[in-house]
Each structure stands twice: as C-alpha cells, then as structure tokens.
C-alpha cells in the first residue's frame, strides 16, 4: 500500500504521486493532491467541492491559540514556532484520542487547513500587525498570501505558491515522512506524528536547505559573484545548497519545474537579477561537480523554490514552514498507512551504518 503513495526512479528523474506523474498533477488544485495522497485516488467534481469546503470551513484557530502565538519570540524561524503551535494546539481538538479512521481524517483536515494559518499568524506578529482571518473564498495557496500580505495576491503568485505545495507534498520515504510514520507506528496521536515531521523537516540538510538558498542568494548577490563563490565553496569541501540528493542521481523532476516556474515569475515582473544569480551558481556548479568530477550533484527542489521566494519577498524565516504546509499532506497518507499496519518500526542500529 504505501509503495503506492510515491513512486521515484533516481536514475532516471521520475516522481508519480499515486502511480501519476507529477508533471501530470502541477497544474491541479492542491486541494485536489491532499485528496489523492491521502485517499488514493483523485477526486471526482462533487469529491473535490465537499474536500475543498472542509478544509475552507477548518482554516480558523482557537483564540487560546493565537494568544499562545503572541507570546513566542519573533526572532526566530517560523519552524519553531509552528512546531510548538501544532504541539500546543493538539489539546483542544475534540478528536485528539479517536483513532478511527474517521477521527483521524477530521484531524487531519483540521491539520491541512490551520498549519497555514498559524504560520501567517506568526509571521504577521513578528512584523507587529495584527492577523487576517482566513479567507474560505481562495485557494491554498492564494489565501496563505493573503493572509500573510493582508491583500490580495496577483493570480500568477497564488498559481506558483499552489504548485509549490504540490511539488512540496510528498517524496517517499524521506527522514521527515520516516519520522512521522515512526510516530504513528506506536499507534501515537496524529498531532504527535506531525510534530516528528516538523521537527525533522527543519534541519538544514532536509527542509531547512530552502532558507539556506535564499541566504546564499543574497551572500552571493549577482551572477558575476557565483563563480568565485561555488569555486570557494568547493576548496573549502563545504555543500553548496539546494544542490545534491539521496535518491536523485540526475537533474530532480521538481527542480525542473520549479525552475521553469522561477523563468516565467522573473519575466513578468521584468526582473531576471534573482533567477540569473542562480542560473550562474548552477552553471558554475554543473560544470565543476558533474562534469569535471563526475559527481550527479545536481539542483533540488530547494534550490529555485529559494528564488520564486525571493521574487515573492517572502523572508528566509518562513521558507521551511511553507515548505511543512504543503508537506503535511503527504505525511498524513504515509501515517494513516502506517496505522492500517498496526506494527511498529523498529530498526536495529546496524542498519544505521547503511544510511
Ligand atoms: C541532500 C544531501 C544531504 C544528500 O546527501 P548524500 O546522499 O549523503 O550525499 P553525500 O553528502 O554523501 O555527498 C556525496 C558526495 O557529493 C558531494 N556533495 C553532495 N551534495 C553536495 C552539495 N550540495 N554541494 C557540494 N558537494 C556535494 C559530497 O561532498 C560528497 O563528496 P565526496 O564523495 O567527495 O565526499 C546532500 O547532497 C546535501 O547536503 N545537499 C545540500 C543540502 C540540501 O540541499 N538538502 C536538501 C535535499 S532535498
């Protein structure tokens, strides 16, 4: 069953979410992907309407909650925060300890709909201006900008941050989703789980490296800079980031995408500075790894989402917490997989040595 979640061949740069393509889903809703990770199958017309419409009528947060959002301290990423928050708020959902299916999709729905909310609502905070409640009449994507800008966003931004999600939802077996389904292997709460996947998605070798890229964009600053900088980077045997990756072994299917996207946002806002800095540590990168020392060391989806965000001024703060709201999709699917199971993992520490 979960084989079925994600498919990914590294060899040869394919991703399938439920048997199909990611190229095929990108231009659907995001709506429609939480529904086909989780379900396993896309949904029909009236399916995606009553979908959509739980998770709209779920976007809100408990007052208790926005009190406890006020008290955190604003100078650090927004990761911390909401990992605390999703902890924090596991207490006031009357579902917290119905573990039936149908117990766990209602959490789940809540989960989907409010990491979002919280994570504009910390960040409206830390720019000491008050929350923007939830809009039900947008879209994932378009209301996260909305909510954190206070206006409404342009159709093309709220199109890319809606892919962004899709492309963020799901990839196998990696350590967040391992973390999460090591939770929910102990027949734990679906909360706790989440927070396992928050917590491990923010290290900088995982979810983290997409802030890491928007800071080595503005460290590098111009394209004429890259060549001495990746050059450095790479005397000093120090990881270039949004570059690498366990199982790709060739160019990443949604770094293709997200790049093409980054190509289309410079464009029509007449601004190439950002997308050519990054084309040029890419170059420079390419050139010195994969071609002079053969190492399939190629751009992530952490590296030219890290340049749409740029274009959208959303600060390196929140780059891994929206990287969580589009993820926790794909979390939830491999935790109700793995409560089907009821086995826990329990891997023995030679395996470790394999990792
Ligand atoms: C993703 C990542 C952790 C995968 O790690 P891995 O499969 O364990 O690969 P390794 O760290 O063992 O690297 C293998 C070789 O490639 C090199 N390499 C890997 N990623 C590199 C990068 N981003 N920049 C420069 N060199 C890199 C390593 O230095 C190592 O070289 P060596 O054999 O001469 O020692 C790694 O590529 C990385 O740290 N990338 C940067 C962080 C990042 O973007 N993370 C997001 C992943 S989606």
């Known amino acids: 069953m979960s084989k079925n979640i994600c498919f990914i061949d590294g060899l040869e740069g394919i991703l399938k979410y439920r048997e199909i393509d990611v190229n095929e889903l990108v231009d659907l809703p995001y709506d429609a992907i939480s529904y086909l990770l989780i379900q396993g199958e896309l949904p029909g017309e009236q399916e995606l309407a009553e ?6 009528g779920e976007r809100k947060i408990d007052g208790r909650v926005v009190d406890v959002i006020r008290m955190c301290n604003f100078d650090i990423d927004a990761m911390e925060a909401l990992r605390t928050i999703v902890s924090f708020m596991s207490q006031f959902d ?9 117990g766990n999709m ?14 504009a609502t910390y960040y409206r905070m830390a720019n000491g201006k008050e929350p923007i409640t939830p809009d039900p009449a947008l879209s994932h994507g378009a209301n996260f900008l909305y909510m954190i800008r206070g206006s409404k966003p342009d159709a093309l931004e709220a199109e890319i941050l ?7 939802a799901e990839h196998e077996l990696n350590a ?48 004429e800079n890259a060549e001495e900088f990746v050059l450095g980077k790479i005397e000093r045997r120090e990881k270039i980031m949004g570059f690498g990756h366990r199982v790709y072994k060739t160019y990443d299917p949604r770094g293709k995408i997200f790049k093409q996207l980054a190509k289309e946002l410079a464009e029509t806002k007449g601004d190439m500075h950002w997308y050519e800095t990054a084309e040029a540590i890419e170059n420079v990168a390419i050139r010195e790894l994969v ?35 589009g993820r926790v999709s794909g979390w939830i699917a491999h935790c109700f997989d793995q409560y089907e199971r009821k086995k826990i993992i329990r891997p023995r520490a030679f395996m470790l040595d394999e990792c």
Do not use: W
């Open 291 to 325: 071609e002079k020392k053969g190492k399939p060391i190629y751009p992530n989806v952490d590296f030219y989402s890290g340049v749409i965000y740029k274009y959208m001024e959303i600060p390196p703060q929140l780059a891994t917490s929206i990287f969580a709201i």
């Open 176 to 223: 967040s989703t391992f973390s999460s389904r090591i939770t929910a292997s102990t027949l734990s709460d679906l909360y706790s789980a989440i927070v396992s996947g928050l917590c491990t998605l923010k290290g900088p070798l995982h979810g983290g490296a997409r802030t890491e890229v928007m800071t080595m964009l503005e460290e590098v600053a111009c394209p």
């Open 162 to 168: 809606e892919k962004d999600f899709i492309l963020s």
């Open 106 to 119: 209602r959490k789940a729905v809540r989960l989907i709909a409010r990491i979002p909310t919280i994570v």
């Open 94 to 102: 009357p579902d917290l300890n119905d573990n039936s299916p149908e």
């Open 51 to 56: 979908y959509s419409a739980r998770l709209r």
